[in-house]
Structures are given as C-alpha cells and as structure tokens.
C-alpha cells in the first residue's frame, strides 16, 4: 500500500514556488452543503471534467469525507443546487470478474488544477488530467483478473434520458441526453473514449458495459474527449501525449489564467484567494470546434467566427463572477458576451431548452448583462436582437415582490439598450415602466413592522425575506434613498439591517447590499463591513431551510477547507468565490449596467492586474494592516482621486492605484463626489 500511494502523489504536477496553480486547494467546498464544489481535473472554461464519484454523493457527486467510490465521471457544473447535474460516462475500475459495491475504498487521495488521483484498498490507483477537452486515465492494477465498467446511463440525480454508442476495437463513442439542472432542459454531448490496450467488451445491459483488459497489464491510459457537436469532432479532440506532457500544458495554462491577478500578502490568504479565483474560470464552457462549428441551443448546426460558449448560470453569477471575468479575461469575455447575445436567436428560455450542447442552469437578466457588457466596452450586437429582447420583457414576471424587482431591473437594462440603438422613444417608455418599481416597493418593502419580514420565502420571494430583497434596486438608488424617508433614514435602516444581523451571505438576493453605503455621505460603513464579511466572523440566521432563529451560524463565513462557507451556500458557478476574489482586489460593481466599481481596501498589500502584452493595474495599499479596513486617501496615477469609485475603463488602461488605509474612518474621503446610477 505504502509503495501505491508513493506512485499516486508522484503522478501530480512539481510546481516551482510562487506559482499561481500551485496555491489552489481543488477540496475547498467539496464536503457536505458547504459550497458543492469537487476536486475533478478540469481546464479553464472547458465542458470535460473528470472527477470522483462517491457514496453518498452531493450536487457535484463528490463527498470530500466519503470513503467509498463509485466510479469517475466527465462533467458536472460546480455549485449550482437543485442537486446539480452532469455526472455523465462513468467508468469504474475493478478487480475479478465484475465490479462489486464497496470495492473502490479510498486510501490516498490528492489533486491539484487539472490533476486528480486517488489509491484505494484493493491496489488500484487512479490519476487523470485534462487539457482543454481532451482528459486522460491512467489506472494501476495489481496482476490478475481486471476492467473497467462503464455506465453510459449514469447521471447525477438519475437525470440520464438517451443514450447511443458504437464499439469499434478497443474504442467506444457516442452520444449522451440528460437533463438539465432542476430537470429544466435537455443537453446532450458525443463522446470518445479509447484504451491504449487491446480490451474484450462485454454488455451487461442496455447502457452497461465491461471492457476486460490483460491480467498482464499493470498500467492503463485510457484517453477520452468531449464534443458538443459530433463523435468526429470528439474523436479528433482526443490528445496523444503522454500523462506527463498532457499534465504539464494544463498546470501551465491554469498558471497563466490565474496569474491574471497576482497579490501579495499573507500565505494563507494568497491560498484561500487562488482556491477560489480558481473556480470562476470553471464554466461557462467553450462547445464550438476549432473550425468554428456548433450546435445552437434550438438543436440547428451552426458556423462561427469566435469562440461560443454554453453553460450558464446567470441569475447567480452576473452579480460577481461576470464582472470579474470582464476585468480579468477580455478574449474570452467578448466571445462569452457574443454566445449570450446568440441565445436570442435560437429561442433564449430562462432556464433552458431541449437541445442544449452542454450543461447550463438560467440566463434571467442577460439584458442586464449585455447592457453591462456594451458600457465596458465590449462589441454587443443589439440591433439583430432587439425584438427578441423586446419579447422577453413584454414577458418579465410582476407576480412577488422579489420578481417585481427583478424584471424592473429588466427594464432598466431595456432603455438602456434603445438608448445605445438612439430610440429615445422606446428607451424613454422602458425607463418609464422600470420607475413602477416604487408601486411594489412601497406596498411590500417599505413597512418594516409586519411580522413576515424577516422570513425566508415570505409572500412568495425567492431564497430572501423581505428585508433582504428591499435593497434590490442597484439601478435608482437615488429613488431608494427617497423611498425610505431620505439619507438618514435610508442609513439608519442599513444600520439596523446590518446590526441586526438580518443581511444573508448564503444567498444573492442582498449581495450589493454590503457597498449601498457608498451611495451616502457614510461610505467608510461600506469599507469595514465588506472587510468583515470577507475575513471575520459573522453571524448566519438565514439558509435555504430555515429563517431566523433555527441553526444559525458564528463563524468565518470563506475558509480553506473542505467545509467551506456556511451552510447551504453554495458557490453558483463561481458567484461567491468572486465576489471574495473582487473584495480582496479592492473593487465591487457598483450597478450591472454601468461600467463603476466601488473601491475598498484591498485585504492584500499588493494587487496586479496583468493582461495579455503586459499591460497591468497595480493597486497598492500602504498602512496595510488588519485594523486598517478605512480609505484615508486614494491616488490614480498620482493623482488624488477624491471618490470612492473607480471605472472600468480607468483599471483596463493601465496604471497605479494607490489606497492609503487607516484604522479609524476619514469622513471626508470620497464624500463629495458619490456614484448614483444614471
């Protein structure tokens, strides 16, 4: 055993110190309802990921404390709820004549971006590695009798639906249906899987098969890839180098994605920061072909000019994750804005349709997102969308008061979209219905007294209370502040928001609400509460399962463990990774739609923005200090910048941003220049 599992750490990546990649723990989230993430060898934005299954499983199917494996399978979307989906082409090694339950018991186990390998009981010893969509396995087997089973119908939650394949030597492709996550839609992948050893294949059952391999045979690769659009494609993705080579070109280029930010700081902060910057560059998923071939999400083979991307969780993630990557990643984000702006055309659901090409969740407030997109810069092609988009919110929900909202928030977007098209007239009567928000707010949001306001899912709302959800109008602040009786009052109840522990880190509906303080003459309370939030402890009454009062929580809500945040948090496809991996960098969007962030102090010394041809954005702190959570003064380029805020355009030039931090608030800083949405 001591002999496997010195062979097990030996097939993971050497990485020199200082290295990015090599500061990346893959487990953080992966145990009970404490993020549902996995530790599966993935590639930056890629729809393969191999990974474990286990018994019990969660959402990704991996228990980070679970002994017992099922088998590994070649994709999952990394902390969306609903208990997930994906989960597809499970292989199992095994000794004898035939698997049996129990067999794979884990005995060792370690992984890093890209890699995974485990040592069981029984002598096996499994390793992969993925490099863009091509993965391979690498099995250790004692001598004697061995296979692999293979399930083309497993899936997680028993979504599969169709499967078809072919057997050609010791070779099995085909195709893969199952549903989406919540059961919504339907995506299907092609596959190719391929032994370098000649394999005898036996079917067991419909959608089951063994391949039995040599008793001679002690080491097996077995290569494999993924398409979205045809056996072909995923046969000629699949890579020929060897374990070592493959291993490498991932853990570089997973090196060169995250060290688009590098902070310097404390250790164990830097290591908590690339975990989870780690996983907002999981998904969405790249499912067009080199020659520019893919499948839309109406089923129809299409043509492409740039990269199309699939796999969304946008309700979640335009809060946090999508900012991030339109700072951090402009290729890629362009072609990402281009496959959502491309939804329109092949009949754009919320939640998804009956032919995706990969797994996805939901795409509510793409409008936002492409108006958000369009003020930084980013090429949007409303003009070929407009009735589309005009369609989806002739169809926006008004029914509960989060919802109201919500689609207000539609709205907004929606003027801005015929502002930027020059028709005053439809951006005028879409500004006009976005303002009807007052209506709904005033009748839910604005009595404090009824006894409901603090219950989750009171009065319909979705994962809120009404406290939560009241903050929920990043697009007219200015109408908000009014709403609740002017600035003081509008502070005060901040204050009692917060002093009360009423705000839910668990959950996206108040998110923003921490940074609302800068909309005021206070905006200093802003800069200690996203400090704490970020790294103290905090007070949880809210989860998924219960309102205030059941189970709550006193802790560091983001840690480097198994057991992540708190409960019932999960990440959403990177959602709350980057809203840390934003704070830490000193900047949160102040409204998506406008191209503004709004600034803190930084939770690291030294913060670099690099992009492709060197350009870079220094964020510099000095007095940095754990106490000094407060912005005495700022300088862009040298030059004092008397606000609190900081644009799109000014962090994507270039430059130096110095923060000046202190342990007690300057209350003047900032205060006389404050950012309210247009």
């Keep these: 055993m001591k002999r496997l599992i ?50 019990p499983s969660t959402h990704t199917g991996y228990e980070y404390l679970a002994k ?57 010893g499994a390793s992969f590695t993925v490099y863009k969509n091509a993965g391979l396995h690498q099995y250790q087997f004692p001598a004697g009798k061995k296979g692999l089973f293979i399930d083309l119908s497993f899936a ?21 249906e199952s549903r989406t996550t919540c059961s919504a839609g339907i995506y299907r992948i092609y596959y190719y899987l391929e032994t370098a050893q000649p394999v005898t294949w036996d079917a067991i059952g419909d959608h089951q098969l063994i391949a039995r391999v040599d008793n001679n045979t002690t080491l097996l690769n077995v290569r494999v890839a993924l398409s979205a659009v045809s056996e ?34 404390d250790p164990a902060r830097e ?104 003020r930084k810069g980013y090429k949007v092609d409303f003009a070929a969308i407009a009735d589309s988009l005009e369609k989806e919110a002739a169809n926006l929900d008004f029914a509960h008061p989060d919802k109201a909202l919500e689609s207000s928030y539609d709205l907004w977007a929606m003027s801005g979209i015929f502002r930027a098209l020059k028709n005053q007239q439809k951006a005028t009567a879409y500004r006009e219905q976005a303002a009807n928000y007052k209506q709904y707010w005033t009748k839910d949001f604005q009595d404090l007294t009824r006894r409901d306001v603090d219950q989750m899912q009171a009065r319909g709302l979705y994962q809120g209370t009404i406290w939560q959800y009241r903050w929920f109008v990043p697009f007219d602040i ?48 802003s800069q200690a509460l996203v400090h704490k939030i970020a790294v103290d402890t905090m007070i949880q009454h809210y989860f998924n399962d219960n309102s205030r009062g059941i189970g709550s929580e006193i802790d560091v809500i983001y840690k480097n463990q198994p057991a992540a945040y708190a409960r019932t948090m999960d990440d959403d496809a990177g959602t709350m990774s980057s809203w840390f991996v934003l704070v830490a960098a000193g900047i949160f969007p102040a409204c998506i739609g406008e191209p503004v962030y709004y600034l803190n102090v930084p939770l690291f010394e030294s913060v670099e923005w690099v992009w492709k041809g060197g350009k870079k954005f220094h964020v510099q702190v000095k007095n940095f200090g754990e106490k000094n959570v407060y912005i005495q003064r700022v300088l862009l380029n040298d030059q004092v910048l008397d606000r609190n805020w900081i644009t799109q355009d000014e962090i994507t030039k270039g430059g130096e941003l110095t923060i000046v931090a202190g342990d007690k608030p300057n209350e003047k800083q900032g205060v006389t220049n404050i950012y309210l949405t247009k």
């Excluded at 997680?156 to 030597?169: D, K, L, N, Y």
Aim: glycine share 10%; proline share 5%; aromatic share 12%.
């Design 232 to 265: 072909s494609y995923a046969k000629a993705a699949v890579n020929r180098d060897s374990f070592e080579a493959l291993k490498a070109a991932s853990d570089k280029d997973w090196n060169d994605m995250l060290g688009h930010i590098k902070v310097k700081g």
């Design 156 to 176: 997680h939650v028993g979504r599969f639906v169709a499967e078809q394949h072919t057997i050609s030597g010791n070779a099995v492709s085909g195709w893969i």
């Design 271 to 374: 290591q908590l920061f690339y975990s989870l910057f780690y996983r907002a560059i999981q998904s969405p998923y790249v499912i067009s072909e080199p020659d520019g071939s893919y499948v839309a999400t109406d089923g129809t083979l299409q043509k492409t000019g740039s990269r199309i991307y699939n796999g969304w969780a946008v309700w979640d993630n335009y809060r946090a994750q999508l900012p991030l990557l339109s700072v951090a990643f402009p290729g890629e984000y362009q072609d990402m804005i281009t496959s959502i702006a491309g939804l329109y055309a092949h009949g754009k659901k919320d939640m998804a349709t009956l032919h995706e090409p990969s797994i996805t969740v939901r795409t509510e407030h793409a409008e936002v997102v492409l108006l958000d997109a369009y």
């Design 478 to 525: 200015k109408g908000l502040i009014e709403l609740c009786g002017g600035e003081e009052k509008y502070i005060a109840q901040l204050d009692e928001f917060f002093g009360h522990d009423y705000y839910n880190h668990t959950n996206q509906p108040d998110l923003q609400a921490p940074f609302q303080y800068n909309m005021t003459t206070q905006p200093w309370k």
């Design 68 to 124: 017992e494996f099922l088998g590994f399978t070649h994709n999952r979307m990394e902390g969306v709820g609903c208990q997930g989906c994906g989960g597809n082409l499970l292989v199992r090694p095994f000794l004898g004549d035939a698997p049996a339950k129990g067999d794979l018991i884990k005995a060792a186990e370690k992984a890093s971006p890209g890699n995974y390998a485990v040592a069981f009981a029984n002598g096996i």
């Design 6 to 55: 010195i062979y097990i750490l030996s097939l993971l990546p050497l990485v020199a110190a200082g290295q990015q990649s090599s500061q990346v723990n893959v487990f953080l989230g992966s145990s009970g309802d404490h993020g549902q993430m996995s530790p599966a060898a993935s590639y930056p934005f890629s729809m393969l990921s191999i990974g474990p299954e286990t018994y």
